[in-house]
């Protein structure tokens, strides 16, 4: 069977490749945005309100996708899913860019984009595990890494181009309403655009007879949940992924961090600083992914050494070239993670069939994905007298959650090969 698969890899790897570019070109405005909190902020967002935007999307990432699980758990195939899941999801970014030309009261636009963003964080929710199986099906073992990183290579490449264009459209225009409704619709009809680029790939089944379930949604998550707290080795590992939430936190904030107190200018914040993060990604997706440097625990513990650096640079060195640096190295640490986590999870699922693996471990993990960037937000709001001091404490406080992440990361064996069960 893994035979086969390496036979439609080049084809395979192509068509998620062109997927992901299309996404590519769409993530700098409503993921990891910078673009995203200085447009906020612009529109008088407060503090809390910037950090309820990552909160809503690890919401909808880590609720949701139990839904898509439990409804596709007896379906073999699942290309028409995913192809159809995206669709979805890119139509919210699409009417959010159409209602920006028509809106005409501007207090109307923080919470038609706060229902947008609701509606955009449910539909990725309901897509994730789903896509995140799908990629670890149509690769072998041998070759999901490597497919994998071709992916996201694509993908941060177009981010690179889109964050040139943000910088370009933003140096111009500024903020205007006109500029940011072009901004969101041509990310909307790029995403619809990628989607359709599912069609590329080749989907292999199984030759071994499925297990159907007949359990409720309840029972159904509920048996996964006890199935995973009960692998200690998959808990740990969760644990030391927290830093991932640090990465996406400091991610949606340290723009406003240098264009407030540091004079760096919205278009460079908004785009330059998105560049660096994705030739970063695109570093790690080369070195640790295409020609697969370090083993999969020794690229995982990376990422904490590395987050530690960049939280020191963004304390003690908050000029240009400091925030350009810590830009590359928190890209670095997100392709890193992105190429090592739906292996891992796969790995020690146990499971032939990861995808109420993928849905439930951000789940688990929900508590402090959507309460820290919320508790970030909330602490520079309270502390705003101290000016940079508040954004510097709570720089520190990443510190110390990066460095338990890095000791249950020590703990963590990925060597352990487990028996593997339909």
């Not at 205007?176 to 089944?205: H, M, Q, V, Y």
Request: glycine share 8%; proline share 4%; net charge positive.
């Amino acid at each position: 069977m893994d035979a086969k698969k390496d036979i439609y890899f080049a084809r395979n790897a192509t068509g998620i490749a062109m997927v992901e570019f299309f996404w590519g070109l769409g993530f700098p405005v409503v993921m990891e945005s910078t673009f995203l909190q200085i447009f906020l902020k612009n529109l008088g967002a407060s503090d809390f309100l910037i950090g309820l935007v990552p909160a809503i999307l690890m919401m909808g990432i880590s609720i949701f996708p139990l839904f898509s699980s439990y409804l596709t758990r007896n379906h073999e195939t699942q290309r028409p899913l995913v192809l159809g899941l995206h669709l979805v999801s890119s139509l919210s970014t699409l009417g959010f860019g159409l209602f920006l030309f028509w809106v005409r009261d501007p207090a109307l636009i923080l919470p038609a984009f706060f229902i947008s963003y609701v509606i955009f964080s449910l539909c990725i929710g309901l897509t994730f595990p789903i896509w995140l199986n799908f990629l670890v099906k149509i690769f072998s073992p041998r070759k999901s890494v490597q497919g994998i990183s071709i992916m996201y290579a694509a993908q941060n490449t177009a981010k690179i181009i889109a964050s040139i264009f943000i910088i370009k459209v933003v140096e111009h225009f500024s903020f205007s309403l006109i500029s940011a409704a072009w901004i969101f619709l041509i990310s909307g009809i790029l995403f619809l655009a990628g989607s359709l680029c599912f069609l590329f790939t080749r989907e292999l089944n199984s030759p071994a007879p499925r297990v159907l379930r007949e359990d409720s949604f309840f029972r159904h998550t509920w048996k996964t949940i006890r199935e995973m707290t009960g692998n200690k080795n998959l808990i740990t590992y969760l644990i030391g992924d927290l830093d991932h939430y640090v990465v996406l936190t400091v991610i949606g904030f340290y723009a406003n961090y240098a264009t407030q107190f540091f004079g760096i200018k919205d278009y460079t914040a908004a785009g330059l600083f998105v560049g660096f993060i994705y030739s970063g990604a695109i570093l790690a997706n080369i070195t640790l992914g295409t020609l697969d440097i370090l083993s999969l625990k020794q690229k995982f513990i990376s990422t904490k050494i590395l987050n530690l650096i960049l939280l020191c640079l963004l304390i003690f060195s908050p000029g240009l070239t400091g925030f350009l640096l810590a830009s590359l190295l928190l890209g670095f640490c997100r392709g890193t993670r992105s190429i090592i986590y739906s292996p891992a999870i796969k790995k020690f699922s146990n499971r032939q069939d990861a995808t109420a693996y993928f849905a439930t471990a951000p789940l688990l993990t929900i508590a402090f994905g959507s309460g820290f960037p919320l508790f970030f937000g909330h602490m520079l709001d309270r502390f705003s007298l101290l000016g940079q001091g508040a954004y510097q404490l709570m720089f520190g406080i990443c510190i110390f959650c990066v460095l338990i992440a890095m000791v249950f990361g020590f703990l963590t064996n990925f060597d352990r090969q487990p028996k593997i069960t339909p």
